[in-house]
């Protein structure tokens, strides 16, 4: 009894613990501690290869790394995402450094990629292009902090199998995207920077090539600066969002135009939701607006209003809803640093608008 107790007293427990409870844990360390844990045993010799989530923020205390030190790097992520055993889901992470030359293939040799996520902070004069090839990858995150705009730079994004694209940027120079046929979410935030704020033809082209490179998209959450701008709405829209059914529409940083936002609407056809969080208007609706959407006559079923202040631009576009959605079910405004007084004036001047749809119910919170 002894000796058997005496046994169990240096029993390696953890290590008989199963692979996905072991990996689970690997996932809390840092990759390079994880990788470290090969060495431990033959039963740890590859149990970080089938880590859910490879978490490469690391990256960035690599600055002053050769070109050698680079290609090190990059066989080692190669090996480490290609490895025979690796069937799990993968995620990456990378945290690049403004001051750090990109490996253009970084990620374009891995088969078993899934979710990409890449924060590029304060990106400098040694980044000219950001080239991201990988057909499967199916998530995609890419957020760009403190942009250096003295250097121009362009995107390569083919990715076609992405089902969720998320894309926070300061307007590259140029987008050449390819289709997305099986994007089912995108998030977009795109900000123009001040000195761009004036029609640039480049920029105009930028921001319709990633527009036109999502327009498969069912679920849509957009923020552009300057809208009006960059994507000028004319008598031929140059794209369509024939899939899309749930369109968020956010202006944060300057006045909206409310005749942009319904030429807009012309290219969603078969919009249901639409969700619009609006500031101040600085131009309501034109007459010639009355040329209704298509959406807007037979698909719309919901329509959200943040961020209301009772300003008249917006009872413009309330208005112009409530008269031409025929199938309405939902009107929900939100209303914003409005007093007790106010909002029930306001409400009962939303109750009194008149209705295409009879079931429309108007709902304030």
Same mark, same amino acid.
């Given at each position: 009894?002894?000796?058997?107790?005496?046994?169990?007293?240096?029993?390696?427990?953890?290590?008989?613990?199963?692979?996905?409870?072991?990996?689970?844990m690997?996932?809390?360390?840092p990759?390079?501690?994880?990788?470290?844990?090969?060495?431990?045993?033959?039963?740890?010799r590859?149990?970080?290869?089938?880590?859910?989530?490879?978490?490469?923020?690391?990256?960035r205390?690599?600055?002053?790394?050769?070109?050698?030190?680079?290609?090190?790097?990059?066989?080692?992520?190669?090996?480490?995402?290609?490895?025979?055993?690796?069937?799990?889901?993968?995620?990456?992470?990378?945290?690049?450094?403004g001051?750090?030359?990109?490996?253009?293939?970084?990620?374009?040799?891995?088969?078993?990629?899934?979710?990409?996520?890449?924060?590029?902070?304060?990106?400098?004069?040694?980044?000219?292009?950001?080239?991201?090839?990988?057909?499967s990858?199916?998530?995609?995150?890419?957020?760009?902090?403190?942009?250096?705009?003295?250097?121009?730079?362009?995107?390569?994004i083919?990715?076609p199998?992405?089902?969720?694209?998320?894309?926070?940027?300061?307007?590259?120079?140029?987008?050449?995207?390819s289709?997305?046929?099986?994007?089912?979410?995108?998030?977009?935030?795109?900000?123009?920077?001040?000195?761009?704020?004036?029609?640039?033809?480049?920029?105009?082209?930028?921001?319709?090539?990633?527009?036109?490179a999502?327009?498969?998209?069912?679920?849509?959450?957009?923020?552009?600066?300057?809208?009006?701008?960059?994507?000028?709405?004319?008598?031929?829209?140059?794209?369509?969002?024939?899939?899309?059914?749930?369109l968020?529409?956010v202006?944060?940083?300057?006045?909206?135009?409310?005749?942009? /936002?319904?030429? !807009? @609407?012309?290219?969603v056809?078969? =919009? #249901?939701?639409l969700?619009? &969080?609006?500031?101040?208007?600085? *131009?309501?609706?034109?007459?010639?607006?009355?040329?209704?959407?298509?959406?807007?006559?037979?698909?719309?079923?919901?329509?959200?209003?943040?961020r209301?202040?009772?300003?008249?631009?917006?009872?413009?576009? /309330?208005?112009? !809803? @409530?008269?031409?959605?025929?199938? =309405? #079910?939902?009107?929900?405004? &939100?209303?914003?640093?409005?007093? *007790?007084?106010?909002e029930?004036?306001?409400?009962?001047?939303?109750?009194?608008?008149?209705?295409?749809?009879?079931?429309?119910?108007?709902?304030?919170?």
């Amino acid at each position: 009894m002894a000796k058997q107790a005496k046994n169990e007293g240096v029993l390696d427990r953890i290590s008989t613990l199963p692979d996905h409870i072991l990996c689970h844990m690997l996932c809390f360390l840092p990759i390079k501690d994880a990788v470290r844990t090969s060495v431990l045993s033959p039963r740890w010799r590859y149990l970080f290869t089938f880590m859910s989530t490879l978490d490469l923020y690391d990256y960035r205390q690599f600055r002053g790394f050769t070109r050698r030190d680079f290609n090190d790097f990059k066989n080692f992520v190669d090996r480490l995402l290609l490895f025979p055993k690796q069937q799990s889901l993968v995620t990456l992470e990378l945290d690049i450094p403004g001051d750090m030359k990109i490996p253009p293939d970084l990620v374009s040799s891995c088969h078993v990629l899934e979710e990409l996520y890449m924060e590029f902070v304060k990106l400098g004069s040694n980044i000219t292009e950001v080239n991201i090839h990988n057909l499967s990858l199916k998530r995609m995150t890419l957020e760009f902090v403190l942009v250096n705009r003295d250097k121009d730079y362009k995107m390569v994004i083919n990715a076609p199998n992405l089902e969720y694209f998320k894309i926070y940027d300061m307007l590259a120079d140029g987008y050449r995207v390819s289709s997305m046929n099986s994007l089912e979410h995108a998030n977009i935030k795109v900000h123009q920077c001040p000195e761009y704020a004036i029609y640039d033809v480049n920029r105009e082209r930028a921001a319709t090539n990633l527009l036109q490179a999502i327009c498969n998209v069912k679920c849509l959450y957009l923020l552009i600066t300057h809208a009006e701008t960059l994507i000028p709405m004319g008598p031929e829209p140059v794209f369509a969002f024939h899939k899309l059914v749930q369109l968020k529409f956010v202006n944060e940083t300057e006045a909206w135009v409310g005749t942009w /936002i319904l030429e !807009f @609407l012309h290219c969603v056809p078969n =919009l #249901e939701i639409l969700h619009l &969080a609006l500031d101040a208007a600085s *131009e309501g609706i034109k007459p010639l607006a009355e040329n209704v959407p298509s959406c807007v006559s037979f698909h719309l079923t919901e329509i959200r209003i943040s961020r209301f202040v009772g300003d008249e631009p917006m009872f413009q576009m /309330i208005s112009f !809803f @409530l008269k031409h959605a025929t199938v =309405l #079910e939902t009107l929900i405004i &939100a209303m914003k640093y409005l007093t *007790e007084k106010e909002e029930l004036s306001i409400t009962k001047r939303l109750l009194e608008l008149p209705r295409n749809s009879r079931s429309c119910q108007v709902i304030t919170e």
